[in-house]
């Protein structure tokens, strides 16, 4: 079975500052993706990064990058140089061999001045 | 319009209505998905369209049926729903892929729904 843990309920960041958010998941699927995604608060789930298990560097997008460690299984992200609209719910997700894309319980971020 | 759009946006309704929840993609995908999103739960994958066929309904209850008449639009109605169904509802479309890959899912903005 497939699974993914986000163990931070909440976290907070000042702005400007770094964040990582932490993901670890759980499959028999040799060939894996890994997704983020952030949701603020008008509900709409907004694609921000993407990992492939082969991939042999980890991704990365603008301010977001993805902390890719394949023998842990884990897939932080990591927000860099946090502003105040980074403030919101984030979502690791994974699709696996069967194409359902399963998420996690979510991290809500908040940046303070 | 561009993207994926979901109406209403809110909708409140007594466990006796029948109503049913829109969306609309303008993404040329041909995979569309429902999922549901319940406070302090994973989001839930009920329904998954491809090229226009169910290949995915997740032990759903029949008070939800699903209807896609075509890869654009995608339908969910509603009838005798429970309160515990109260949820934002999601659809997502994505281009039609088997096994692993980088297809991203594109959501809609949700419908909040409230069971009363």
């Known amino acids: 079975a497939q699974k993914i843990t986000q163990t931070q309920p909440g976290m907070f960041v000042q702005e400007k500052e770094a964040v990582t958010l932490d993901c670890t998941y759980d499959t028999s699927d040799p060939s894996y993706g890994l997704f983020w995604y952030k949701q603020p608060s008008s509900g709409e789930m907004i694609f921000l990064i993407y990992q492939g298990s082969y991939d042999q560097q980890n991704a990365t997008e603008g301010r977001y990058s993805l902390n890719f460690q394949k023998a842990r299984k884990s897939a932080n992200l990591v927000i860099s140089a946090s502003q105040l609209g980074d403030s919101a719910m984030y979502f690791c997700a994974m699709r696996g061999g069967t194409d359902k894309l399963i998420f996690g319980t979510g991290t809500r971020l908040q940046v303070f001045p | 319009e561009t993207g994926v759009t979901q109406t209403p946006r809110h909708l409140v309704m007594g466990m006796t209505n029948k109503k049913s929840l829109k969306c609309e993609q303008h993404l040329g995908h041909n995979a569309m998905y429902w999922y549901k999103q319940s406070a302090k739960k994973p989001l839930e994958l009920m329904f998954v369209y491809s090229l226009e066929e169910r290949v995915e309904n997740n032990s759903v209850p029949s008070r939800f049926s699903p209807e896609c008449p075509n890869s654009s639009h995608l339908f969910l109605h509603l009838h005798t729903l429970q309160p515990e169904d109260s949820a934002l509802y999601l659809c997502?479309?994505?281009?039609?892929?088997?096994?692993?890959?980088?297809?991203?899912?594109?959501f809609g903005a949700g419908s909040r729904l409230t069971v009363l």
């Open positions: 997502a479309s994505s281009q039609a892929e088997t096994g692993t890959g980088a297809n991203v899912l594109t």
